[in-house]
């Protein structure tokens, strides 16, 4: 077990790709300043943005997209907690946590100085009726298996339908200004780039397979726009090209109401007839960090653009859970865990105000896999506010895609910036 030291104490709710690269920046700027923990309900993280392309070309994600995180920590002097959090007192800035490795377990009690949330979400597929018997997914390496099975061994050649459920977005980014004159907006659907991309891995599954093709899928959205944070130009351009290549597309669907065997219910009254339905469900905040003074009216964490609560400084939050997180990117994560590690630096003397206090300008970086060895490649900062919006789809980002993955493994998960930046240069061509 992690013993009080006398260093003040860093402990972070958490361990994919934001809690583990916030404790790897903390580390980085603070040096030997700080103790660190994380703690996580796994004790690895999960690479979940490369599933589909294993469920589509016929791997067990199990078996690639899990890496060891004890070992990785350990590296960097970081302890870590095979724990489940069940609360979070904030006035008293103790963590209860449960081990986690057996059914069983008695709570323990953690105290912090300084607390980073970085729990990610719920994935509530639980809230859809019919999802259990008559659902698929990619987000996890149950879900992406029980699929790649399916397709292999039950698909009965009917219909294929591909979309997001309604996304309920809490007050706590509303305001928030990213570029002169932007702001953060309301999202009716946390994460589109997986649904856009299951669908044309799915058209190349099934032409390979001589099953049909893109005239089989149908996409849906709740929202007016499928994947509008990768923003207009780049959603027109995406939706002029599956047009064309045959696919199917219904918007302004609200929410899923239930699947049945042979079809998806929606909100708005209409029924897709569907044999797979494969869906990206709500994504809600955990139950016990819901009512926290931290926490926006749905339970996302508040922070301002520092990743800073505004209420106690000494609470941050980062990736999914942060309340100005939307779209839920892990590309956005990314972002933020840098500055978090840049203000605990200033706030410990080894980094400059001047350097430390540089807001978040979100980005939507996304790399889809398209089946056949290509990929799409969106840029994009538009639906904050910013000019960029940028759509590459070919070979090269398929290759970045399956080298990112790689390269954060190989480094530990600690991809230097220049990683990011040479892959815009190659995907983007400039
Ligand atoms: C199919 C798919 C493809 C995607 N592709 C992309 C992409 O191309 N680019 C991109 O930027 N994003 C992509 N995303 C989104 C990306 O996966 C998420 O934004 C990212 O995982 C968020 O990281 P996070 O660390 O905030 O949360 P998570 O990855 O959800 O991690 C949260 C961590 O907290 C732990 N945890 C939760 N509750 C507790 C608890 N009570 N106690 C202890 N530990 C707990 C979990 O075990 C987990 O390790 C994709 C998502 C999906 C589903």
């Known amino acids: 077990m992690p013993h009080y030291d006398g260093r003040p104490h860093v402990l972070i709710l958490g361990g994919n790709f934001a809690g583990l690269a916030c404790a790897q920046k903390v580390r980085q700027y603070l040096g030997g300043k700080a103790r660190i923990t994380v ?8 690479f979940i943005p490369n599933i589909p392309a294993d469920v589509f070309e016929d791997r067990n994600p199990a078996l690639h997209q ?96 591909i979309g997001s459920a309604r996304f309920h977005q809490g007050d706590g980014a ?39 093709g893109p005239e089989n899928v149908t996409v849906f959205t709740p929202a007016p726009m499928i994947a509008e944070d990768a923003g207009e130009d780049v959603v027109k351009q995406l ?24 079809a998806i219910e929606f909100a708005d009254g209409r029924t897709l007839p569907a044999e797979v339905k494969i869906i990206f469900p709500d994504w809600v905040p955990h139950d016990f960090v819901k009512g926290l003074p931290v926490s926006d009216s749905e339970g996302f964490i508040k922070t301002d653009l520092l990743m800073r609560n505004p209420d106690h400084p000494e609470v941050f939050a980062c990736g999914d859970c942060a309340a100005v997180t939307v779209p ?8 933020q865990s840098d500055i978090i590690g840049l203000q605990l630096g200033k706030i410990f003397g080894a980094v400059e105000a001047e350097k430390a206090d540089v807001p978040l300008k979100p980005e939507v970086l996304c790399i889809g896999d398209m089946g056949d060895g290509k990929a799409f490649w969106i840029h994009s900062n538009s639906w904050f506010g910013g000019d960029r919006q940028i759509l590459k789809m070919g070979r090269v980002p398929y290759f970045l895609k399956m080298r990112y993955r790689d390269m954060f493994f190989a480094a530990d998960g600690k991809v230097p910036a220049w990683g990011l930046d040479a892959a815009a240069l190659i995907a983007e061509g400039h």
């Open 39 to 46: 703690i996580d309900r796994k004790s690895y993280l999960l």
């Open 66 to 161: 899990r890496m060891d995180l004890v070992p990785i920590l350990a590296k960097d002097d970081i302890d870590f907690i095979h724990g489940e959090v069940t609360a979070v007192d904030i006035a008293a800035r103790n963590v209860t946590f449960r081990p986690a490795e057996r059914g069983g377990a008695e709570d323990h009690v953690e105290h912090y100085d300084y607390v980073i949330f970085a729990l990610g979400a719920r994935l509530a597929y639980d809230r859809i009726e019919g999802f259990a018997e008559h659902g698929h997914t990619v987000s996890d390496l149950y879900h992406g298996e029980k699929l790649r099975r399916y397709l292999n061994t039950r698909y009965a050649g009917g219909p294929i339908a």
């Open 174 to 212: 509303d305001g928030l200004e990213p570029y002169p004159g932007g702001s953060i907006p309301r999202a009716l659907a946390a994460c589109e780039g997986p649904p856009v991309e299951v669908m044309m891995s799915m058209a190349t599954w099934l032409k390979d397979r001589k099953l049909g």
């Open 239 to 262: 939706l002029t090209l599956a047009t064309k290549m045959g696919f199917n597309y219904w918007n302004n669907t609200q929410d899923i109401t239930r699947l049945t065997a042979d």
């Open 328 to 335: 839920k990117l892990g590309a956005i994560g990314h972002q």
